[in-house]
């Protein structure tokens, strides 16, 4: 529903503030925490309440339940005003610990909760919500469980004290990283979104693909791959290159959902792709300590089998629909000024990375890739045209962050409650419970839970959520920490193709013009490696470079996983040179799994039988193509 012109331009004003005072904020430092902090929560909760008023979801039938909804927003927008304003005037005497708490404090906290619990269910829908009362429920009443689920017992004013009157809940440190880090990095996206780099980059990945069977299909995948890494929304991404890719897809006879489904799975991966991994890399080499460097090292060979999975897919689908390559007289061509126009996403890019060369914070890199992509975006004669596109895309780009902020406020209710109870920890405890020494079990319950706590959440809150209620539990079984934070980030970025939330699904259904619930069927279908990639690296940590490399070990994951992908692929699309018989299919995934099997003698045996397979399929695709030459020339 389109949003009228008064909420429109109060989400356009605080959006625009909100990217101004992060250019600002990343040229001349925090200009105070306390306040920025509680501030920036505000203004993101109430561009939130406009960007998605209750007229937008529950459509009212006459004047005066609109009134009422209008209403409601604005005593939302009120309470979130005076609980921050109170916050930030008792917070001084909280901290030399002489204020005496009144039940007044609880209430006006409580109408600030409220706000950040009802925000949070408009924008990312129940999942995230019902996880913050929940942790508040357990904290207030967690003492009364039994087993190891029971605490020493809180009452509401210490909850109220953590969660709300404190840094370790919802104003907690995780709101600075965000503010300092990654709303730069937001604006960035929406900068070069709105100079047009990402349709001229998409014209260059048509032409170079047209050579392919998947044409526009492989183009999206390596379109939603470029433009993926630096966005740090994965419906922003599909959106963005789904508008121009889907319908290309579709006119080359692939079906609607298989479109949506490509889209959706590129666009996704895109979150784990170097080198600035949707900005989860910075946020990762926050949280972990660990060299931004070594991070992108540890993420490129998994995202780039992630993404090879995805054109193996893509051509086995052209395959069977009979779908050849499109002829090279009607391919699209680059012009120069196509190859000069993608300067505006190639420099910044490379701006990027040698900015973080020499030594400098990953703010500072996001701060003068935007510059430089803004300077270069006048190549564009549109942007020149128009040089107003620039304040558009801020205020679009500080609307993505006050959005995001709202998920990081949610979740700092959760940090609160854990850091108050223990709560990740119990967690931990049950899993290790559950699985006792048995590390693939283990791995396979995390994975669950990551993709169940990632569902509705953009990347950078779903991968910080997961990975401070589930990474400890993966640690305490001796995985080193870098891999532990890579396997809950495929799992939580894979929640967004994973129904029944599947949010790229239904960013690309609509596009598409298919069912969202078969497109993420697609999607998952696409990405069935992708599922598997996080063990295989767990269990053969050379495959990430920079975690225990060995040349020989490297050499052999890599060549037992290039041959899972293709057989499994091609056994899940039944096409290989010919179509495949169903006791082929089966065996072709056995073997598959079988290669990346943690056994030496499973795998060895398993790739012996998978190339033995391979081979008598093709000697029997040839015997087919034989016969079917015979009978023509018989007709």
Not at 34 to 40: A, E, K, L
Request: with cysteine; charged share 10%.
């Amino acid at each position: 529903m389109q949003r009228s012109a008064i909420p429109d331009y109060i989400v356009k004003t605080i959006g625009l503030a909100i990217a101004l005072v992060a250019i600002y904020t990343d040229m001349f430092g925090v200009i105070d925490e306390i306040y920025q902090r509680s501030i920036t929560v505000g203004a993101s909760i109430i561009l939130t309440i406009f960007a998605v008023p209750l007229v937008s979801i529950y459509r009212p039938v006459n004047g005066m339940m609109r009134a009422g909804q209008w209403a409601i927003d604005c005593v939302l927008a009120v309470l979130m005003g005076l609980s921050l304003f109170w916050f930030a005037t008792v917070y001084d005497e909280l901290e030399s610990g002489l204020y005496d708490f009144l039940p007044d404090d609880i209430l006006i906290g409580a109408g600030g909760l409220l706000a950040v619990l009802e925000l949070t269910r408009r924008a990312f829908g129940w999942p995230l919500a019902l996880l913050c009362l929940f942790c508040i429920a357990y904290a207030v009443f967690g003492e009364d469980l039994p087993w190891i689920f029971a605490h020493g017992g809180y009452d509401v004013e210490q909850v109220m004290r953590t969660v709300w009157y404190s840094f370790d809940g919802v104003f907690g440190f995780i709101v600075i990283i965000v503010i300092t880090l990654i709303f730069i990095f937001i604006i960035f996206g929406a900068v070069l979104e709105a100079t047009g780099a990402g349709a001229v980059l998409l014209r260059i990945a048509v032409s170079l693909t047209g050579g392919l069977r998947g044409g526009p299909a492989h183009a999206a995948i390596a379109a939603s791959c470029f433009f993926g890494t630096i966005s740090g929304s994965v419906s922003a991404n599909v959106v963005g290159t789904g508008v121009f890719t889907i319908p290309m897809i579709k006119e080359r006879g692939f079906k609607n959902s298989f479109a949506g489904g490509v889209e959706a799975a590129a666009s996704s991966g895109g979150q784990f792709m170097p080198p600035v991994m949707g900005a989860v890399a910075f946020v990762m080499a926050d949280v972990t300590g660990i060299s931004y460097v070594v991070i992108i090292g540890a993420a490129l060979m998994p995202a780039l089998f992630y993404y090879g999975s995805l054109f193996v897919a893509v051509w086995v689908e052209a395959s069977r629909k009979g779908i050849e390559a499109i002829p090279k007289a009607q391919r699209q061509k680059v012009s120069r000024e196509d190859w000069k126009m993608s300067l505006m996403f190639v420099i910044p890019v490379f701006v990027i990375i040698g900015v973080l060369a020499t030594g400098r914070s990953p703010a500072a890199a996001g701060l003068w890739a935007t510059i430089v992509g803004a300077v270069l975006g006048l190549m564009n004669p549109v942007v020149r045209k128009r040089p107003q596109i620039y304040l558009e895309a801020l205020a679009k780009g500080g609307e993505q962050c006050g959005r995001i902020m709202v998920a990081v406020a949610a979740i700092g209710i959760i940090v609160g409650v854990m850091n108050l109870t223990g709560l990740g920890i119990r967690f931990s405890n049950m899993i290790l419970a559950f699985s006792g020494d048995d590390l693939f079990f283990a791995l396979f319950l995390v994975a669950i839970a990551s993709m169940i706590l990632g569902m509705g959440l953009p990347t950078i809150p779903a991968y910080l959520i997961i990975v401070l209620i589930m990474g400890q539990a993966i640690e305490n079984l001796g995985v080193p920490k870098m891999l532990v934070h890579l396997f809950v980030l495929y799992y939580g970025v894979l929640s967004a193709i994973t129904p029944p939330v599947a949010i790229a699904a239904y960013a690309a259904a609509p596009i598409a013009g298919s069912n969202p619930m078969v497109t993420a069927v697609q999607a998952i279908k696409l990405s069935f490696v992708g599922f598997i990639i996080p063990f295989v690296f767990i269990y053969n940590p050379s495959l990430t470079l920079v975690v225990g490399f060995e040349t020989v070990p490297f050499l052999w994951v890599v060549a037992r996983l290039t041959l899972a992908i293709w057989i499994m692929t091609t056994a899940l699309g039944g096409v290989d040179r010919s179509l495949l018989p169903l006791w082929s299919r089966v065996a072709r995934v056995v073997l598959g799994l079988a290669v990346l099997f943690n056994v030496t003698e499973i795998q060895i045996g398993g790739a012996l039988a998978a190339l033995l397979l391979l081979f008598i399929d093709s000697r029997r695709a040839k015997s087919v193509g034989a016969a079917v030459i015979v009978e023509g020339a018989d007709g």
